[in-house]
């Protein structure tokens, strides 16, 4: 995981609320550990586990595949979610 520092937002002669500064900074804070996020398996690493471990059980793949589809329109939703409020 790599740090990283967040800007300063302490302007005291902005025209801007107090508490926008605030919320600006929250913002930023959680893309910012959005983007740090280790990625989750890939569908290859998924099928290789499988593959050395899964023992031929199908309901065990299928609950796989499931989880990653899942996983991956979480990180979808959060990533366009993060982008709409960043712009």
């Given amino acids: 995981m790599t ?9 005291p002669s902005s025209p801007l609320p107090p508490h ?3 919320n600006l900074r929250q913002l930023v804070s959680s893309a ?8 989750p398996p890939t569908l290859r690493e998924i099928l290789t586990a499988y593959r050395t471990k899964g023992d031929g059980d199908r309901e065990m793949l299928l609950a ?6 899942s996983e991956d329109q ?11 409020l960043l712009l």
């Fill in 3 to 11: 740090s990283t520092s967040s800007p300063s937002f302490d302007h």
């Fill in 20 to 22: 926008f500064h605030d």
């Fill in 32 to 39: 910012f550990s959005v983007i740090d996020q280790t990625p």
């Fill in 64 to 69: 796989m595949l499931n989880a990653k589809a």
């Fill in 74 to 84: 979480n990180i979808i939703l959060t990533l366009c979610t993060t982008s709409v």
